[in-house]
């Protein structure tokens, strides 16, 4: 119902499924019927996403957003007969940029999986309200995209410090942590949409959470060495043994 519903992983999922071209129409600037202004953060999302999509190396022409009112019938007709014009002179997605298609399916699935991660980290720019169209284009930069995925950060679980309270694992909004009790907790980097909840859940005294930039994450704990025995358990079992 708002063009403030329109999430980057919308447009991405359209894109996904084959789509060339993907216009967003929108109530006018200034003009929205609730505080919101919900179409001041579809443009936003918007011009992120044309970033991401140059970032892939697909032409951000084939994503367009318009702002209009529902008595310009001819002023829609118009726009959208002129993206419709630009989408065929581009091409099929992908071939038009010479991108091959497994190349192009894994390349929107890296970055669809990096949506949640890329709105955490752009939330104040995200937010604000752009007033002037020059300001567009250079709302969000090349080199500031590309920065935020060659630094991407990711989450993992010190095994030396991991105490399996197992407070990560049921905040985890995904369920991307692997663990149990008295079990060594571990982050599936498959499904991590890098919230960082995890790094705000763990107790400090046991800080076993670590963010990491620029380089690898450490394999996961073999899940054979994942048990821990308490100390107590271990003193019972020396009880035991001694009085036989
Ligand atoms: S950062 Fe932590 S809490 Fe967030 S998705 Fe990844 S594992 Fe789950
Ligand atoms: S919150 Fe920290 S100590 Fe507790 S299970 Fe998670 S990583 Fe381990």
New binding site residues.
Partial sequence: MCSGRVDPEFLLRAFSKGMDGVFIGGCRLNECNYVTHGNYDALNMVLLCRKIMEHIGLNPERLRIEFMSSGEGILLAEVINDFVKKVETLGPLGKGEEIGEDELKSKLEEVTRLIPYIKIVKREKLASRLEKVEEYDRFFSSEEIDKLFREVIS?HIDPDKCQACMI?LR????E??IGGKNQIHV??QE?????????E?CPPRFDA?KEISGKPVPPPIPEEKRTIVRKSKKNEDLTSSAHF
């Fill in positions: 989450y990560c905040k985890c909004p995904v991307a942590i982050i599936d499904k991590c949409i890098k919230c960082g909840t995890c790094l859940a959470v």
